[in-house]
């Protein structure tokens, strides 16, 4: 059996037990990007990841999640390549089905652009 470690590990030595232990930060509206961040307020690494996602009849839709390089090596270093795969897919798939507050983020993009396209609902009352 190989050991029982089953955290993953930020370069910085943060352990990650699960999803509730990653910070989610969603700045990036207009790119329809969720930022993945070291809960460490000093870590030199910071973003780990991203979840890009559409918006398709008021739903979120998802495009593409990863996490990047130096995350993922530095797990495959610690845990073996296969295990350090299925731990980062587990924490991915939670953050994307748990973590995320989707309904949320949601509201929040659309809400942006209708404050940034007012002509359109002025068109509307003229059309009426
Ligand atoms: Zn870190």
């Known amino acids: 059996m190989d050991s ?3 955290h993953a590990q ?3 030595g943060h352990k990650l037990n699960d999803s509730s232990d990653y910070n989610i930060l969603y700045l990036k509206k207009e790119m329809r990007e969720v930022d993945i961040l070291c809960p ?3 870590c030199y690494l910071g973003e780990l990841g ?3 996602f559409e918006i398709v009849e008021n739903q979120a839709q998802l495009e593409r999640a990863r996490f990047y390089s130096p995350y993922v090596t530095w797990n495959a270093t610690r845990l ?3 295990k350090a795969r299925i731990v980062l897919k587990s924490h991915l ?3 994307i089905t748990e ?3 989707w309904r949320q983020i949601i509201d929040d993009s659309l809400k942006l652009e209708t404050l ?3 002509e359109e609902i002025e068109e509307d009352i003229v059309n009426d």
């Open 4 to 6: 029982k470690e089953t």
């Open 10 to 12: 930020c370069p910085c």
């Open 40 to 42: 460490n307020s000093v």
């Open 50 to 52: 991203f979840i890009k």
């Open 80 to 82: 073996g390549e296969e």
């Open 93 to 95: 798939e939670e953050l």
């Open 99 to 101: 973590k995320i507050q």
């Open 116 to 118: 940034e396209h007012p």
